[in-house]
């Protein structure tokens, strides 16, 4: 309204220049004609069909300010001098109104940390009801009513404690990351078009990963004594899984699920069609398909196996993982360089693995 008000002002203030070289005879039959076709239109036109814009009903109001009410009362307006006059009362009215409105009505907003601190108890504790989190903001010295508590969660659209409390399974594999282990058959196909399954075991907590073979016909004989090379591997490395992930393809046996029930390694099936129940597992034969199988010419399940095993050593002990704050599963991240002429002079040797396609980096010694 104010941009369209301003433009009235300045397009009228245009045309008032234009009249000030007219003389008084050439405005007043302009004037005349003005009426003439006013009044045309006021017959043609019932006034109850007018509309004005707000900046309209301003600008007019404004304009004829200016005019006495017997020089109102002789122009043909096509609404009457009354209405004018309320149209500029209400305008008053409205910007009186404005300036007199006080800034914050009701309550005073919560205070934004306040809010994020509830949101995090919500999520740290999901059986917390609106009226627990109340009370533990009253015992940190927090005070608030606990109708806002309950505003908060409602208006983040966080449903109540009874339909939280259930445990997700995002929230199963953060709380049994230590105790949880992972496997999975990844497929390849070698140069002469023999098709080879790999079978690897991956640690949620550390990303330790164990290839436990490859062969061209994964049998149930086969499958089986994966598991017991398995469960002796984690008993010299000294391993305390408790759950392995595993999904439903038929090429583990029922043998399998218990040579590992025997161990005390209990097997958890994912559903059908969710890779994301896995998606440890799922991540990391992703990134054995980029950074290896990809990349590499195999010709036979020999030259398979040595370099499934020399990127298990590269995985293992040089890979840095986002998951374990940048250090690789079997190597923690070295103290920062604080010395200035260490790191001035910089002496930094690469090693390649695997004919060059992987790269390591270590200090000179």
């Known amino acids: 309204m104010l941009l369209r008000l301003t433009y009235l002002a300045v397009t009228n203030a245009f045309a008032a220049l234009r009249l000030l ?34 900046e309209d009903r301003a600008f007019l109001a404004a304009l004829l300010q200016l005019l006495s009410r017997a020089s109102l009362r002789r122009l ?33 907003r919560t205070v934004a940390s306040i809010r994020r601190l509830v949101l995090r108890l919500v999520r740290d504790n999901p059986s917390w009801g609106y009226r627990r989190v109340h009370g533990e903001l009253a015992m940190l010295g927090i005070k608030v009513a606990a109708s806002t508590v309950w505003e908060i969660l409602k208006d983040e659209g966080i449903n109540p404690a009874p339909e939280r409390d259930a445990t997700s399974w995002a929230a199963f594999l953060r709380s049994q990351a230590d105790a949880l282990l992972a496997c999975d058959f990844i497929e390849t196909v070698t140069l002469t078009g023999q098709r080879q399954y790999i079978l690897a075991v991956i640690e949620h907590a550390t990303r330790r990963v164990r290839v436990l073979g490859t062969t061209a016909h994964p049998t149930a004989a086969w499958v089986t004594q994966a598991a017991r090379n398995l469960v002796m591997n984690l008993e010299e490395a000294g391993a305390t899984a408790e759950y392995l992930i595993r999904d439903r393809d038929a090429k583990f046996p029922p043998l399998f699920d218990e040579i590992l029930a025997q161990a005390g390694v209990q097997v958890v099936l994912s559903g059908i069609r969710m890779p994301r129940m896995n998606s440890v597992m799922e991540r990391w034969v992703q990134t054995c398909r ?59 040797r690469r090693h390649d693995r695997l004919g060059g396609i992987v790269h390591e980096y270590q200090h000179a010694a």
């Open 290 to 348: 980029r950074e290896l199988l990809d990349r590499t010419l195999i010709w036979n399940q020999r030259h398979l196996l040595r370099a499934l095993h020399e990127y298990e050593t590269h995985y293992n002990h040089n890979r840095a993982h986002q998951a374990i704050q940048q250090a690789a599963p079997l190597r923690a991240v070295p103290a920062p360089i604080t010395d200035p002429q260490h790191i001035t002079d910089l002496d930094i």
């Open 21 to 54: 070289p007219m003389s008084d005879r050439d405005k007043d039959a302009e004037i005349l004609a003005l009426r003439h076709q006013l009044a045309v239109l006021h017959r043609q036109l019932s006034p109850a069909r007018a509309r004005f814009a707000p």
């Open 76 to 108: 043909p307006l096509m609404v009457s001098p009354d209405t004018v006059l309320r149209w500029h009362r209400d305008l008053m009215h409205r910007r009186h109104a404005k300036t007199s409105r006080p800034k914050h009505r009701g309550r005073p």
